[in-house]
T-cell receptor
Framework: EPEVTQTPSHQVTQMGQEVILRCVPI?????FYWYRQILGQKVEFLVS????????KSEIFDDQFSVERPDGSNFTLKIRSTKLEDSAMYFC???????????????FGPGTRLLVL | QKEVEQDPGPLSVPEGAIVSLNCTYS??????FMWYRQYSRKGPELLMY????GNKEDGRFTAQVDKSSKYISLFIRDSQPSDSATYLC????????????FGTGTRLKVLA
C-alpha cells in the first residue's frame, strides 16, 4: 500500500541552526501538508501546498518556515533559525484531491522528531 | 471553549470489550469527520472518514456523527491488545479551509 515517507526520523540541532525536513508524498497525490505535534499536545496544522504554491497556512507558520517541492517527488519544510520551542514531531501528509469525498482524506507520514538544544 | 474536545484517558478495557471513544466540538460548520489511530511515536493512521451525520462501519470499527449534539463517536468491537494506541478525532468545515482540526487524543489500553 502506498505511504508517505519522511526523513530523517530524528534530528537534533542547535538553536539558531537551519533544518530541512524531507517528505515523499504518495505518488498520485496533489496536495501536501505539514503538521506538528509538540510532546503531549495535539496535532496542529502548519501549511498546505498545491501546484507549487502555499494554499493555506496557520499563524504558527511564520517567516522562519518555508516549504518547497524541489522535484517531482520530494516535499520539504525548512526552518531557518530554529528555536527551543520548535522542538516537536513534524508530520507530512498528502491527499489526492481537496473538496470533499474520500479522496480528500489526508494520509500522514511517520514523522520527524526534531529536538532543538 | 475549545474547538474540539476529547477525553485524554487513559481508557483501560479487557480484551473483547466494546470500546466507545468520543469527541465534542463547538463549530457547527464542521462537516467532515475523521478518526486516526496513533501508536506511540508514530504518525496518525487513518481509520475512518465520514461526512455529515450518520453511521459508517468498517470491520470492527463504527463511526457515528450526531451533528445536532456536536458529538462524534468511534466504536471498536471485540477489542484486541493490538488496538492499544491513542485515537485522534479530526474534523474540518465544509468550506473555507482544508486543514484538519484535531482533538488531543484518547489513550486506549486493551488488556489481554
Amino acid at each position: 500500500e502506498p505511504e508517505v515517507t519522511q526523513t530523517p526520523s530524528h534530528q537534533v540541532t542547535q538553536m539558531g541552526q537551519e533544518v530541512i525536513l524531507r517528505c515523499v508524498p504518495i505518488s498520485n497525490h496533489l496536495y501536501f501538508y505539514w503538521y506538528r505535534q509538540i510532546l503531549g499536545q495535539k496535532v496542529e496544522f502548519l501549511v498546505s501546498f498545491y501546484n507549487n504554491e502555499i494554499s493555506e497556512k496557520s499563524e504558527i507558520f511564520d517567516d522562519q518556515f518555508s516549504v518547497e517541492r524541489p522535484d517531482g517527488s520530494n516535499f520539504t519544510l525548512k526552518i531557518r533559525s530554529t528555536k527551543l520551542e520548535d522542538s516537536a514531531m513534524y508530520f507530512c501528509a498528502s491527499s489526492e484531491l481537496q473538496g470533499g469525498g474520500r479522496w480528500e482524506t489526508q494520509y500522514f507520514g511517520p514523522g520527524t522528531r526534531l529536538l532543538v538544544l | 471553549q475549545k474547538e474540539v474536545e476529547q477525553d485524554p484517558g487513559p481508557l483501560s478495557v479487557p480484551e473483547g470489550a466494546i470500546v466507545s471513544l468520543n469527541c465534542t466540538y463547538s463549530n457547527s460548520a464542521f462537516q467532515y469527520f475523521m478518526w486516526y489511530r496513533q501508536y506511540s511515536r508514530k504518525g496518525p493512521e487513518l481509520l475512518m472518514y465520514t461526512y455529515s451525520s450518520g453511521n459508517k462501519e468498517d470491520g470492527r470499527f463504527t463511526a457515528q456523527v450526531d451533528k445536532s449534539s456536536k458529538y462524534i463517536s468511534l466504536f471498536i468491537r471485540d477489542s484486541q491488545p493490538s488496538d492499544s494506541a491513542t485515537y485522534l478525532c479530526a474534523m474540518r468545515p465544509t468550506s473555507g479551509t482544508y486543514k484538519y482540526i484535531f482533538g488531543t487524543g484518547t489513550r486506549l489500553k486493551v488488556l489481554a
